[in-house]
């Protein structure tokens, strides 16, 4: 199975600490957000991944390499400056991703989660399967509820995509490269009954702004010494 990290956002909310840099370079305890997913799926293992590029691109390129220092095989999906947004980017890299089912997961975001559990899945022709956690305070309405076996838009309680899923590549069949958020997407199929899910309660951040990153870093110092 490949993976694909999406790392090309621009991360406006993130300023200053993105002037110069993306997101996924961001650190912590001294370690980019980038390298825990790259050892996270290479310990789950998966050994081909898609790390798309926009804002800073270049940084990730750099660092990365082709990934051997992780026993990966790195590829890049150099999109325009401004980006394509979470589905467009998606999209491009289907060439790199192949016609099998394939990860997908956020480059600014911290877990604990086990990847090798989603490389187990059986994923039918045109579904996704995301990961949904508890609502953080900053975004407690949630995004999606489960309903007789997959996911709705429009149902209580509803839960927080983690930016983790599996797609099977014709779920994004017919679709042109362009500026296309994953949002409505992911609502019209749900429509179709087409995105399962499953609940997970371990550790997961969003690193959306300074405040939330300087805490995150603080917390894993904690658990670290002890």
Same mark, same amino acid.
């Given at each position: ?16 600490? &993105? ?18 997913? /790259?050892?996270?799926?290479?310990? *789950? ?8 590029? *926009? ?9 990365? #390499? ?19 947004? &979470? *589905? #467009? ?42 990961? /949904? ?11 999606? *509820? ?28 017919? /679709? ?32 959306? &702004? ?17």
């Amino acid at each position: 199975m490949k993976a694909m990290i999406l790392a090309a956002g621009r991360g406006k909310r993130m300023m200053p600490l &993105t002037a110069e840099q993306p997101k996924p370079m961001l650190t912590v305890q001294e370690k980019p957000l980038i390298v825990y997913h /790259l050892e996270r799926l290479r310990a *789950a293992g998966i050994t081909e991944v898609i790390i798309n590029l *926009a804002w800073c691109g270049e940084k990730i390129q750099h660092y990365c #390499g082709d990934g051997s220092q992780w026993g990966l095989t790195i590829h890049y999906s150099q999109e325009v400056a401004e980006g394509l947004e &979470t *589905a #467009g980017g998606i999209i491009q890299a289907l060439p790199l991703l192949g016609d099998a089912p394939f990860l997908v997961i956020n480059g600014d975001i911290f877990t604990d989660y086990d990847v090798s559990s989603l490389t187990q899945l059986q994923l039918d022709d045109g579904h996704a399967h995301l990961v /949904l956690v508890e609502n953080p305070s900053h975004h407690p309405q949630g995004d999606f *509820a489960f309903a007789q076996g997959h996911l709705v838009a429009n149902s209580e309680p509803r839960f927080t995509f983690a930016g983790i899923a599996l797609y099977h590549p014709t779920f994004f069949a017919g /679709l042109p490269v362009d500026f296309r958020p994953l949002a409505p997407l992911l609502r019209a199929k749900m429509a179709e009954h087409k995105v399962h899910g499953e609940r997970y309660l371990g550790v997961w951040v969003d690193v959306g &702004t300074p405040e939330r990153l300087a805490e995150l870093n603080i917390i894993q110092g904690q658990r670290n010494v002890g």
